[in-house]
C-alpha cells in the first residue's frame, strides 16, 4: 500500500483566515484527489490535482476558495481561504496507483474546526 | 449522475453472526467498483477493487462480491474489531474517471 503523511492532523482556526493542508506520499502515483468529509456523512470529492497543471474542480468546489498545488508526482496542497464555520469538516487526500489493478488510499485527514 | 446507494445505514451483530452489506449503483461506465473500512477519526482503510460482474475477492472474514447492478461485502463470523463504517464507491471509465462514494453502512459487533 501507499504510505500518506497528511498534515496537520487537526486545527481550530479563526473566520476569515485560510489554512494548508500537506499531503505526501511515499512513492510517485498517477492521481491525487483531494476530499471532504461533513459530520456524519460520506466523501465529496473536491478536486483532481494534477501535476503541472491547474486542478480539476467538482461542481460547487472553486479554485479562489480551494487552491490546490501539485509540483510533483509525490506532493500536493489543499488551501481552505477565508473559512467560515461552514467549511468546518475533515479533509482527505488520496492517491491511485495503478499496481496489477486500480488501487486509492487515504491519508489519515486533516479535522478543521472554524470558529 | 453516478449514484451509490448504501443499505443497511447501520447494522448491528452478535459476535459471529454472519450478514452481508448492500451497495447499489448506477454508472455510465464502471472503471472499478471500491470497498473500503473507516474507524472513526480516520481516513479510509482500502479494502477491494472490483472490475467486472461475476468477480469475487476474498480477506480475512469479508469476501465482496459484483454483480452489474450492486456489490455486496459478505461478512462472515464477525468480531468485535470488525466493527466500523464500511464505504463503497465507484470510478466511471469515462472523461476524468471520477469516484462517487456511498454514504456508508454502520457495522457494529457485540461480543
Known amino acids: 500500500s501507499a504510505v500518506i503523511s497528511q498534515k496537520p492532523s487537526r486545527d481550530i482556526c479563526q473566520r476569515g483566515t485560510s489554512l494548508t493542508i500537506q499531503c505526501q506520499v511515499d512513492s510517485q502515483v498517477t492521481m491525487m484527489f483531494w476530499y471532504r468529509q461533513q459530520p456524519g456523512q460520506s466523501l465529496t470529492l473536491i478536486a483532481t490535482?494534477?501535476?503541472?497543471?491547474?486542478?480539476?474542480?467538482e461542481s460547487g468546489f472553486v479554485i479562489d476558495k480551494f487552491p490546490i498545488s501539485r509540483p510533483n508526482l509525490t506532493f500536493s496542497t489543499l488551501t481552505v481561504s477565508n473559512m467560515s464555520p461552514e467549511d468546518s469538516s475533515i479533509y482527505l487526500c488520496?492517491?491511485?496507483?495503478?499496481?496489477?489493478?486500480?488501487?486509492?488510499?487515504f491519508g489519515q485527514g486533516t479535522r478543521l474546526t472554524v470558529v | 449522475e453516478d449514484q451509490v446507494t448504501q443499505s443497511p445505514e447501520a447494522l448491528r451483530l452478535q459476535e459471529g453472526e454472519s450478514s452481508s452489506l448492500n451497495c447499489s449503483y448506477t454508472v455510465s461506465g464502471l472503471r472499478g467498483l471500491f470497498w473500503y473500512r473507516q474507524d472513526p477519526g480516520k481516513g479510509p482503510e482500502f479494502l477491494f477493487t472490483?472490475?467486472?460482474a461475476g468477480e469475487e475477492k476474498e480477506k480475512e472474514r469479508l469476501k465482496a462480491t459484483l454483480t452489474k447492478k450492486e456489490s455486496f461485502l459478505h461478512i462472515t463470523a464477525p468480531k468485535p474489531e470488525d466493527s466500523a463504517t464500511y464505504l463503497c464507491?465507484?470510478?466511471?471509465?469515462?472523461?476524468?474517471?471520477?469516484?462517487?462514494f456511498g454514504t456508508g453502512t454502520k457495522l457494529q459487533v457485540i461480543p
Open positions: 472490483l472490475y467486472s
Open positions: 490535482a494534477n501535476q503541472g497543471s491547474e486542478a480539476t474542480y
Open positions: 464507491a465507484v470510478q466511471s471509465s469515462g472523461g476524468y474517471q471520477k469516484v462517487t
Open positions: 488520496s492517491v491511485e496507483r495503478l499496481t496489477l489493478g486500480t488501487e486509492a488510499f
